[in-house]
């Protein structure tokens, strides 16, 4: 777990070096326990490669980046794991390679060198590299498959500059960037984050999740040519019996956990209490023994409505194991006060108080010592764990003709009192193909009211499989990899995720939807795999609750001082022509006098407050002025 630095330049200029400096110092956070570059003169370019080391698997020297292979035949900087690096090392080794380390990143390199781009289909784990193929003149960039580890590419005339957050790239570019209306569109009236390549700042990309791109070095333009290695599967390639099914979805998943704990410091886990989370602190513990230290992490909240101790307690008598709990107290004026350093963290708006909450953690596990963290993130896409996908199944059942088939899996959740007791409709409306502004106060400013950035995020005629990719590439899970890396990563902390192993998520992904909604449960068939290692109220826990603290009453009492301050005077998004002022002072009066169950979302106030903070945050690379 690291960062990348690089710049790819035809112009042999002088400030290289001083340049690469600069995008390493600004992320020096991601690595902090050594700091080496490259530079070097390859066919028509001139490179730099930076590397900013966590150390993780192999603590030795041997293990820094950038790393030369011995014949000189290639040299990578790599940010992430290989879980599967011991099982590839022994491949590579009937072929020949001698090794030198005991990393992950030689294994990688050599696995580069033999197998060339089909080394990305061997990998199991999450990565971003940069492999200078020395012998062909060739760069190569690629991300993992779900895009896990971050990497953002600028080319700005005859370079190309890549980094593993967009403030590398800031430093480097030493510009002003204009804003992307299409993607600032899409936060404001959608509340979506990451579902496209481009981000806030124009210009700026992120080489896509199932991606690599190759960059000839003796060509006189430097122009990645971008391929993709992997698609999100949507058939269902295990057709066997359900009890074969059962077992095959365990064990997939317990070695997805088992791998994920190969490491050389010590690995904990996030605990909520829900499902998911509560199957991983399992897995650790049917893995690694009754003796083990499973360092625990859990968040509570001194309000009772979001507690989830009672659940936690539970499962931490179920493993014998303690917890290190932390109270997110609820102080509404200092979590505002963190949201700039967040928004920072993240080099773009945050969507909630929940990413303060995901950020407060990763520094108490810093404190602790624990430098990697298990996490069930990705569970819920994959196995129709939001509310949002019964809707979307009983649309499906429905546009289909089965009328009575539908009726009967509502019937089901009904019955069985989950899902459908924690509809909002403020929440719901996201989903359903209406006017932006339906239900509430368009405060969309004149540059963003004339950019159609809308992104159906409904149905859409696909099918609930095809719905759930979408989520996985595009609508749910780049957006929460993202606040997750980059607010573990401000802490120097790893996060692993066993849900989204490519196996579990070729298994079920593309699964027959009576499996994952069934009988009234979400999940179900991963409930049925674990029931054997869970307390039965976890497993068949009815109510789910989200990483979620009091922020709608936060916003409508504690903070009202404090946003209508804000709101009421001058602000960037305002002069950018970006909102309009008196129409967020209207929804935000609107919001405060509501129910809790109206039109007018938490998200829909959030947004904007957030945008403006991000703007302040970033002034100086932005170009503000009125894009007429």
């Known amino acids: 777990m690291c960062g990348l630095a690089g710049i790819v330049s035809q112009d042999g200029y002088e400030g290289l070096s001083a340049d690469l400096a600069e995008m390493m110092l600004v992320q020096q956070h991601r690595g902090p326990d050594a700091c080496d570059s490259w530079t070097g003169r390859i066919g028509n370019c001139t490179l730099g490669l930076g590397h900013l080391r966590l150390a993780i698997i192999d603590l030795t020297e041997s293990g820094k980046q950038p790393m030369i292979l011995p014949d000189r035949s290639g040299i990578i900087i790599f940010n992430g794991e290989i879980y599967n690096y011991k099982e590839l090392r022994v491949e590579l080794e009937r072929e020949g390679v001698t090794f030198r380390t005991e990393s992950d990143t030689e294994v990688l ?68 960037f204009s804003l992307n209306l299409s993607v600032i569109g899409r936060f404001v009236s959608q509340s979506l984050l990451d579902s496209q390549p481009e981000s806030f700042f124009d210009g700026i990309v992120s080489l896509e999740a199932g991606c690599f791109s190759v960059t000839d070095l003796n060509e006189k333009n430097v122009r990645p040519v971008t391929a993709r290695y992997w698609y999100p599967p949507v058939k269902d390639n295990f057709e066997m019996p359900l009890d074969a099914r059962i077992e095959r979805v365990r064990d997939c998943f317990l070695d997805a956990a088992r791998l994920r704990l190969r490491s050389d410091v010590p690995v904990g886990v996030l ?72 928004i920072h963290t993240n080099d773009e708006p945050v969507g909630n108080f929940s990413t303060v909450a995901h950020y407060l953690l990763m520094e108490r596990a810093r404190e602790l010592g624990i430098t990697v963290i298990l996490s069930g993130q990705g569970a819920d896409e994959i196995l129709c764990g939001y509310r949002k996908f019964l809707g979307f199944r009983l649309q499906e059942l429905l546009n289909a003709g089965h009328v009575l088939k539908a009726v009967q899996t509502l019937g089901e959740f009904v019955r069985n009192r989950t899902i459908v007791n924690q509809f909002e409709w403020g929440e719901a409306k996201r989903y359903l193909k209406l006017p932006a502004v339906i239900g509430r106060t368009d405060v969309r400013g004149p540059c963003l009211a004339r950019v159609d950035s809308r992104v159906d995020t409904g149905l859409s005629g696909a099918s609930l499989v095809e719905r759930q990719a979408r989520d996985l590439s595009q609508l749910s899970v780049p957006a929460l990899l993202h606040y997750e890396d980059r607010c573990s990563m401000a802490s120097a902390r790893e996060i692993r995720l066993p849900f989204l192993d490519y196996r579990l998520v070729s298994m079920l992904l593309g699964m027959d939807p009576d499996f994952k909604l069934r009988d009234g449960w979400t999940k179900w068939i991963f409930r049925k795999a674990m029931e054997p290692f869970l307390p039965q109220s976890i497993a068949w826990r009815r109510d789910k609750q989200a990483f979620i603290n009091p922020q709608s009453t936060w916003l409508q009492n504690e903070l009202r001082p404090t946003i209508t301050n804000l709101i009421g005077g001058d602000m960037a998004v305002y002069d950018a022509g970006l909102i309009d ?46 894009a007429i």
Request: include cysteine.
């Open 109 to 176: 390199a050599w696995a580069l060198r033999t197998w060339g781009e089909m080394a990305l289909q061997k990998l199991n784990g999450m990565w971003a590299f940069a492999w200078l193929d020395l012998r062909n003149s060739k760069l190569m960039l690629a991300r993992d498959r779900f895009g896990i580890k971050p990497l953002y590419l600028y080319r700005d005339g005859s370079r190309l500059l890549f980094a593993s957050e967009i403030k590398g790239i800031l430093a480097a570019a030493r510009r002003r």
């Open 271 to 342: 605990l909520s209490g829900g499902l998911d989370s509560s199957s991983i602190v399992s897995a650790m513990r049917s893995i690694l023994g009754n003796s083990a230290n499973l360092h625990i992490l859990s968040a509570t909240s001194d309000d009772a409505k979001f507690n989830e101790r009672p659940y936690i307690e539970t499962v931490a008598q179920h493993v014998n194991s303690p917890v290190h709990f932390i109270n997110l107290r609820a102080k509404p004026d200092e979590w505002f006060s963190l949201l700039r350093s967040v």
């Open 581 to 626: 002022p008196k129409r967020l002072r209207a929804r935000y009066q609107a919001y405060c006098s509501q129910r809790s169950s109206a039109s007018i979302s938490f998200k829909d106030v959030f947004n904007p407050i957030a945008l403006e903070l991000w703007a302040r945050e970033f002034e100086s690379n932005l170009d503000l002025r009125y």
